[in-house]
């Protein structure tokens, strides 16, 4: 390959969504000239169309936070300020992990974008998923800090009580790191990402899916990140939260479903496309219009509910799968996402074993 050749497919690389024109510009040569040597690049298999993807799968991708999750579940009533005897287990999390890992256990392509420490346990978390079939190319593995970590009070009912999270490495996925890996979200159909992330990694987010026209999914993590989002929403296809993280973001009460509905509208002035709200054990509200619509969650019986650690990002990932199914149908897939929860609200383990692309076929 010549030199010309080389500098052209480095700069694809690190951007394929750049123009014929700017590629000229940087290299020095004529529109025409970089026209055929992306002709030839492309003959040869090693970039593919529109974007200039390298070969592979249309993936989803998920970018955001991955720890390791402790739940500490209560034997008995807890007593504040005292010592409480517990049942403890340990496994995989982090919000954009546990919906990749739901997709890959539906059977969907996933990449995902994160970042853990070059420690045991961020080693494990990237090989589980690699052996589910989640491509983690492109995640960043820090050799100065631990992976971030996730401790979860569950009362005896397996109610969160409290939860302390350690996730100051998601803030090293900045505007640099996206820059980095524009080749692994590049073939995106879907572009999910959490609000671990740092504000000005989720403003360029929205400014490429605006630019692409990409369908860019944002799920909230907590009521105190949700001032992450900014107020400017154009780009943001759909976002997923819940009432308290709703309240957070728009400064309102939600006593009512006028108040919700009001609540909707402000944020579709902002520019959202679509909303998706969890009512806890009632289901969920999705917008349809004007309105937000509400759907039941399955009837559970209690004393099958383990706890609800992941639930939520299983509720999302449900979404997600019935969205790349069919982008239109939000109520289809905010059923699949209740399907979803309601198995893992039967398992002990954040994200249920019992997920299988039957799910979805």
Not at 43 to 63: D, H, N, S, W
Not at 198 to 227: G, H, I, W
Not at 233 to 262: H, S
């Amino acid at each position: 390959m010549s030199s010309s050749k080389e500098q052209l497919l480095a700069l694809v690389e690190a951007n394929p969504f750049i123009s014929q024109q700017d590629l000229a510009d940087r290299l020095g040569l004529s529109r025409s000239a970089i026209a055929g040597h992306l002709a030839q690049l492309t003959k040869e298999g090693r970039i593919l169309g529109r974007a200039y993807v390298l070969p592979q799968r249309q993936p989803i991708v998920c970018m955001g936070g991955t720890n390791l999750d402790r739940k500490l579940r209560s034997i008995g009533p807890l007593q504040m300020g005292s010592s409480n005897p517990a049942h403890q287990h340990e496994s995989a999390g982090g919000v954009a992990r546990n919906i990749a890992e739901n997709l890959a256990r539906l059977g969907l392509p996933v990449h995902l974008l994160t970042a853990v420490g070059r420690d045991g346990a961020g080693q494990a978390l990237l090989a589980q998923l690699q052996a589910l079939g989640v491509d983690c190319g492109g995640c960043l593995q820090a050799a100065d800090a631990a992976t971030g970590s996730y401790t979860a009070v569950l009362d005896a009912q397996g109610e969160l009580v409290l939860a302390l999270a350690h996730m100051a490495l998601t803030d090293r996925l900045d505007p640099a790191f996206l820059r980095q890996t524009a080749p692994q979200r590049a073939p995106a159909r879907w572009l999910v990402a959490d609000l671990n992330l740092p504000r000005e990694t989720l403003d360029e987010l929205r400014a490429e899916a605006r630019l692409r026209d990409q369908r860019l999914l944002l799920v909230a993590v907590s009521e105190p990140k949700m001032a992450r989002l900014g107020t400017d929403l154009r780009g943001v296809e759909l976002l997923v939260l819940n009432r308290g993280e709703l309240r957070a973001l728009t400064g309102r009460a939600l006593d009512d479903d006028a108040a919700l509905r009001a609540a909707w509208h402000a944020l579709r002035e902002a520019g959202l496309r679509r909303l998706v709200v969890s009512d806890g054990a009632r289901g969920v509200l999705h917008s349809d219009g004007d309105e937000l619509v509400a759907l039941a969650a399955p009837t559970l019986d209690p004393a099958s509910i383990r706890e609800v650690t992941g639930a939520g990002d299983a509720m999302t990932a449900g979404i997600v799968a019935g969205l790349h199914r069919d982008p239109d149908d939000l109520r289809g897939a905010c059923a699949l996402g209740l399907r979803l929860a309601a198995l893992t609200l039967q398992s002990d383990a954040t994200v249920s074993p019992a997920l299988s692309p039957a799910l979805i076929a």
